[in-house]
C-alpha cells in the first residue's frame, strides 16, 4: 500500500510517531498535515536533515506557523539556502523574512525585489537593502 494511503489510514498518534522517527518521505507528507501537531512533530523531528528543511521552506504548502518554527532555529538559519527559501516564499511570516533579508547577496537582493510573490514592504526592503550595498561598492 502506498504511504500516502497508509497516512490516510493512520490515527493521531501514529502520525505523530512517523513524523518523528519515520524517513524523509513520510516527515515531506506529514509536515503538510492540517493538524498542527502533526505538522510540527514533523518539522521537530530529529531525523531532519538540512536539505530536507530546504525544500520544505520553499514549499507553499507549510502553514505559517512551521515556516515561523524554521526562522527561529539556530540550527537551520546557519544555510543560506534555507534563509533564501524563507524569504522568498510569500506564506512567510514578514517579521521572520525582515529578520533575514540582511543575509541575502546582491542578486537575491535583486530577484527579490523583482518577484510578484513577496509582500510589497519586503520588496521595497530588498531594494533599499540592495542600494545600500551597490552603494559600499
Given at each position: ?23 524523509a518521505a ?42 515561523r518554527?524554521?526562522?527561529?532555529r ?57 542600494a ?6
Open positions: 500500500k502506498p504511504l500516502m494511503f497508509r497516512i490516510k489510514d493512520m490515527t493521531m498518534g501514529q502520525k505523530i510517531r512517523l513524523a518523528v522517527v519515520g524517513n513520510a516527515r515531506a507528507m506529514l509536515i503538510r498535515e492540517p493538524n498542527k501537531l502533526v505538522a510540527m512533530s514533523a518539522a521537530s523531528s530529529p531525523k531532519l536533515t538540512e536539505n530536507e528543511v530546504a525544500g520544505m521552506v520553499r514549499s507553499r504548502e507549510l502553514s505559517e506557523d512551521i515556516l518554527y524554521f526562522g527561529h539556530k540550527e537551520w538559519m546557519r544555510s543560506y539556502d534555507i534563509k533564501r527559501g524563507l524569504i522568498f516564499n510569500p506564506k512567510t511570516p514578514s517579521a521572520v523574512s525582515s529578520k533575514w533579508l540582511a543575509h541575502l547577496r546582491a542578486n537575491d537582493l535583486k530577484t527579490l525585489t523583482k518577484s510578484r510573490d513577496v509582500p510589497g514592504p519586503l520588496k521595497r526592503m530588498a531594494g533599499q537593502r540592495l545600500k550595498k551597490t552603494k559600499k561598492t
